[in-house]
C-alpha cells in the first residue's frame, strides 16, 4: 500500500495556545480516515496544513509526488454571481457531461446548472462543491463537515459513495453513525495530540478504553513502586550499613518513567431548566397551507402536538421542512387554515443562521444570561455554559471573536435557558462536536417539555424523536413507524421511489429566483390550449410509470451497487427529470394562458 503522506514531528499554536506539538502520523492510499476531537481541538487547522494554506510551526510534511489533494471546506470558495455550470468546469478533469452524469446522483437537477451559486441552499451548495471535487480527480479527499445541511437521501448517497470509492479520504465529521459506516481508520486530534488508530469507530472506542484501563494499571504499579522506595529510603537511608542501597533506589526513583494519564475530555451532561406549565394541548395545525406570496410549499397539514412529545420533522432539501419549522415559529403567516397554541405555550427557536444574530458587543456570559428565564439562577446559567464547553475566562471572551461552532453553541444556550415548555430546532448539531452532540441528545431525550426537531444526524434523529413527521410532495404527514423504519424505507427507496430526487429548492426559499422565465421562453411557440391539456394530461400518465422504473433501478443498486445498475439508475433518473420538467413547462404555460 502506498504512502500518500506523513507528518512527523508536527507542531502549530497560535500564541501561547498550542493545538498540538511533536505529532506524527501517515495516510496510504485507499484509507477511509475519520478524524475526530473536540470542537478547537485543531482539526480544520490540521487540514489547511495538508493542503499548504497553513504552515506547520515545526516538524515535516511529506507529500508523495504529484499528489492531487481535494478539499471540501466549510466556507464558500466563489465570487459572487458565479454560476453552477461554470464553477464546476473550472480546473476539472472531467467534461460537463460527465460531472452531470455523477450529479444525478446528489440530486442535482438539469436546470441548477444554469442557476447562480449563491441562490442555492447550504444543503446544494454543498453537493455542488462535492462534485466539483470529484471533476479533479484528487488522490486523497478532505472532507470538513460534509454532511451538514444534507438531508437523508443525499446522505445516503454521500454514504454509499464513500463505501464505494478506492480512493483515499479524510473526514471530519461529528456524526458518528456516518463515520461508522464510512471509515475503516480514526484519526482523533486531542489535548495536543494526534494519534491514528487502526479500525472502525466502534474499535476506536474499545482501543481508547483499553489504552486508558492498562495506563492506569501501569502508573498504580508504578506509584506502589515509588512508595516502596520511598518507605525503603525512610527506614533505612540513616543508617551506614544501608547507605549505599538507599541512595542507589533514590537514583532509581529519578530515572523511573513518568506515566501521564491525561483527564477526559469535557463531557458533561448538558442540564436544561425545567420548562414552565402548559395545558396539556401544545399545538393545533388544521387545514394549514403554508408558503410565500401565490407559492403553496404545503398543503392541508394537520396534526396536533401535546404536552412531552418530541416530533423529529424529516424530507428532502427543499420539501418544505424549514418552511414548517418557520411556521411553528411565528416567522411565517400562515396563507390558508387554523394554527393555535394551547394554554400559556412560549417557545423557543433555533434557526440555522441563528448565531448570526448575536450581539456581537457581548460577552458569552452576557449572551447567556440576558436570555435565561427570571427564574433561572446564576448558577444554572454557569452550569449550562460549563456543559457547552464554556468555562472560566472563555466566559469573558466577546462574542465577535467566537468561532462559528462557538457561536452556535451560544445560540443553542439561549434557547435552552429561556425555560420554554415548546422547543424547535432547525439543525442543532451542526458545528457540535462529538462530546456536545452527544450531552445535547441525552438532555433533549429526557427533557419533559415539547420538541420539534430536524437535523441529518441519524444518531440524534433516533434517540430524541419519539413520533416522524415526513414532509413530501407538498403534504406532511406523520409516519407509522419508527426513526430507523424510516430511514431503512428512504434506503429502499420504498417511499420516495428514487434516490436524489427533488422538487425544485426555490419552493422553500423565498428569495431563490422563480425559473418563470425560462419556462416562458421555451414555450413561446406552444399557443394552443387545448394542446397543452392533451400534454399535460399524457406526462401525469407517464410519471408514475416512471417513478415506478427510478425504484425499481435504485432496489438494484442498493442490491448489488455495479457500474452498470448506477449507469441504469442515472438514466432513468435523467428521464424522469427531463418528464417532469416538460410536464411544469406545459402546466405553467397552461395556467398563464388560462388566466389571460
Not at 160 to 165: G, V
Amino acid at each position: 500500500m502506498s504512502n500518500l503522506l506523513q507528518l512527523q514531528d508536527g507542531a502549530k499554536g497560535y500564541g501561547a495556545r498550542m493545538l498540538f506539538e511533536r505529532a506524527s502520523f501517515s495516510i496510504n492510499a485507499g484509507e477511509h480516515v475519520g478524524v475526530i476531537g473536540p470542537n478547537g481541538a485543531g482539526k480544520s487547522t490540521l487540514f489547511k496544513i495538508l493542503t499548504r494554506e497553513e504552515s506547520l510551526d515545526a516538524g515535516e510534511l511529506v507529500q508523495a509526488k504529484g499528489l492531487r489533494i481535494g478539499y471540501l471546506a466549510q466556507h464558500d470558495n466563489w465570487a459572487p454571481g458565479t454560476l453552477v455550470e461554470d464553477f464546476l468546469v473550472k480546473d476539472s478533469l472531467l467534461p460537463i457531461w460527465e460531472l452531470k452524469s455523477l450529479g444525478r446522483g446528489l440530486g442535482l437537477l438539469e436546470a441548477q446548472y444554469a442557476r447562480p451559486l449563491d441562490s442555492l441552499s447550504g444543503g446544494y451548495r454543498t453537493r455542488v462543491k462535492l462534485l466539483q471535487l470529484l471533476g479533479q480527480k484528487p488522490d486523497l479527499l478532505l472532507l470538513d463537515e460534509p454532511t451538514n445541511y444534507l438531508d437523508l437521501e443525499s446522505l445516503l448517497v454521500l454514504e454509499n459513495f464513500l463505501q464505494e470509492t478506492q480512493g483515499a479520504f479524510l473526514l471530519i465529521s461529528h456524526d458518528r453513525e456516518f463515520l461508522r459506516r464510512t471509515t475503516d481508520h480514526i484519526l482523533e486530534v486531542e489535548g495536543g495530540e494526534i494519534t491514528k488508530y487502526n479500525g472502525s469507530l466502534d474499535d476506536y472506542f474499545e482501543q481508547k478504553e483499553l489504552l486508558r484501563t492498562q495506563l492506569e494499571a501501569r502508573a498504580a504499579t508504578q506509584q506502589e513502586k515509588r512508595q516502596r522506595i520511598l518507605d525503603f529510603v525512610s527506614r533505612f537511608g540513616a543508617k551506614a550499613t544501608k547507605a549505599r542501597q538507599a541512595q542507589s533506589r533514590l537514583k532509581s526513583l529519578a530515572k523511573m518513567e513518568v506515566i501521564e494519564i491525561k483527564p477526559v475530555p469535557n463531557s458533561a451532561r448538558i442540564q436544561i431548566p425545567p420548562p414552565r406549565h402548559c395545558g396539556k394541548v401544545v399545538l393545533t395545525l388544521k387545514n394549514l397551507d403554508l408558503g410565500y406570496g401565490d407559492r403553496r410549499i404545503l398543503r392541508d397539514v394537520n396534526f396536533s402536538l401535546d404536552r412531552g412529545d418530541h416530533l423529529a420533522v424529516v424530507g428532502v432539501n427543499g420539501a418544505g421542512k424549514s418552511t414548517l419549522l418557520k411556521a411553528l415559529a411565528g416567522k411565517l403567516e400562515p396563507l390558508r387554515g387554523e394554527f393555535r397554541f394551547g394554554h400559556e405555550v412560549t417557545m423557543g427557536y433555533y434557526a440555522q443562521h441563528v448565531a448570526e444574530a448575536l450581539d456581537p458587543a457581548e460577552t458569552v456570559h452576557e449572551a447567556l444570561a440576558s436570555a435565561a428565564h427570571p427564574d433561572v439562577t446564576a448558577q444554572q446559567v454557569l452550569n449550562l455554559a460549563g456543559s457547552l464547553l464554556f468555562s472560566g475566562d472563555a466566559m469573558n471572551k466577546r462574542v465577535s471573536v467566537l468561532s462559528g461552532g462557538e457561536k452556535s453553541r451560544v445560540a443553542l444556550g439561549r434557547i435552552l435557558l429561556q425555560r420554554s415548555p415548546f422547543i424547535v430546532l432547525d439543525e442543532p448539531t451542526n458545528h457540535l462536536d462529538f462530546q456536545t452532540v452527544e450531552a445535547l441528545t441525552e438532555a433533549l431525550r429526557d427533557f419533559e417539555g415539547t420538541v420539534v426537531v430536524v437535523s441529518h444526524d441519524r444518531g440524534f434523529v433516533g434517540r430524541v424523536g419519539s413520533k416522524i413527521l415526513e414532509v413530501r410532495d407538498g403534504r406532511a404527514e406523520v409516519y407509522p413507524g419508527t426513526y430507523d423504519e424510516y430511514v431503512w424505507s428512504v434506503q429502499k427507496g420504498v417511499l420516495s421511489g428514487r434516490v436524489g430526487e427533488r422538487a425544485s429548492e426555490s419552493r422553500d426559499d423565498a428569495s431563490a429566483p422563480r425559473p418563470t422565465t425560462a419556462f416562458h421562453e421555451r414555450k413561446a411557440q406552444s399557443k394552443e390550449l387545448r394542446q397543452l391539456e392533451k400534454d399535460v394530461q399524457k406526462l401525469e400518465k407517464r410519471l408514475p410509470e416512471l417513478q415506478a422504473a427510478v425504484a425499481a433501478a435504485n432496489e438494484a443498486v442498493t442490491a448489488l451497487p455495479t457500474p452498470e445498475k448506477f449507469a441504469e439508475l442515472a438514466a432513468r433518473q435523467k428521464e424522469l427529470e427531463s418528464t417532469e420538467e416538460a410536464w411544469l413547462e406545459s402546466l405553467t404555460r397552461l395556467e398563464e394562458l388560462k388566466a389571460n
